[in-house]
T-cell receptor, first 111, second 115 residues
Framework: QKEVEQDPGPLSVPEGAIVSLNCTYSNSAFQYFMWYRQYSRKGPELLMYTYSSGNKEDGRFTAQVDKSSKYISLFIRDSQPSDSATYLC???????????FGKGTLLTVNP | EAGVTQSPTHLIKTRGQQATLRCSPI?????VYWYQQALGLGLQFLLWYDEGEERNRGNFPPRFSGRQFPNYSSELNVNALELEDSALYLC??????????????FGEGSRLTVL
């Protein structure tokens, strides 16, 4: 079993839709959870960062972590064509700064 | 403030050759990470350097090696290139005031093509 599982998609939605992206993981030591966004031919950039379980909201983006289920989610409200990118979940333990990434989900928001 | 810079942007090599990729971290960052992003495989962790020392290594053969220089820049060397080494190689840095979150700041990558 891979440490981090993420459905690669692709996912295609109309503009204005609510998008739900998810990852599951197997390593109980993971404590820090991140979502990165990667536009085509660019490096990934941090979108959301959460520590332990709970929700975090930033504008149109909400990140959820459920450590009991080993499941994290990213919700995008009122999706825009500019949100079209690959979204990568990433996580790490407390003392190890190495990030383990999911494979990424390719999202296309159609105008 | 300059971000993470990588060179070259593109590199074409043939099987058996060696490739050297370079990375300059954000000023004030002491840690450098290397990831391989091959098609369909996501980001695979290669190497982590901090303060000039190798701190962690991913599940890659020894022909993948690197080092970190006193100015915290880094290079990744891939010897005896194989076709499956074709990928985007991403460098990331962390540290300084960003050390608490452990956020990684990525460069734009070096695309290596092995023919």
């Amino acid at each position: 079993q891979k440490e981090v599982e993420q459905d690669p998609g692709p996912l295609s939605v109309p503009e204005g839709a609510i998008v739900s992206l998810n990852c599951t993981y197997s390593n109980s030591a993971f404590q820090y959870f991140m979502w990165y966004r990667q536009y085509s031919r660019k490096g990934p950039e941090l979108l959301m960062y959460t520590y332990s379980s709970g929700n975090k909201e930033d504008g149109r983006f909400t990140a959820q972590v459920d450590k009991s289920s080993k499941y994290i989610s990213l919700f995008i409200r009122d999706s825009q064509p500019s949100d079209s990118a690959t979204y990568l979940c990433a996580m790490r333990g407390g003392s190890n700064y190495k990030l383990t990434f999911g494979k990424g989900t390719l999202l296309t928001v159609n105008p | 403030e300059a971000g993470v810079t990588q060179s070259p942007t593109h590199l074409i090599k043939t099987r058996g050759q060696q490739a050297t990729l370079r990375c300059s971290p954000i000023s004030g960052h002491t840690s450098v990470y290397w990831y391989q992003q091959a098609l369909g495989l996501g980001l695979q962790f290669l190497l982590w350097y901090d303060e000039g020392e190798e701190r962690n290594r991913g599940n890659f053969p020894p022909r993948f090696s690197g080092r970190q220089f006193p100015n915290y820049s880094s290079e990744l060397n891939v010897n005896a290139l194989e076709l499956e080494d074709s990928a985007l190689y991403l460098c990331a840095s962390s540290g300084g005031q960003d050390a608490n979150t452990g956020e990684l700041f990525f460069g734009e990558g070096s695309r290596l093509t092995v023919l």
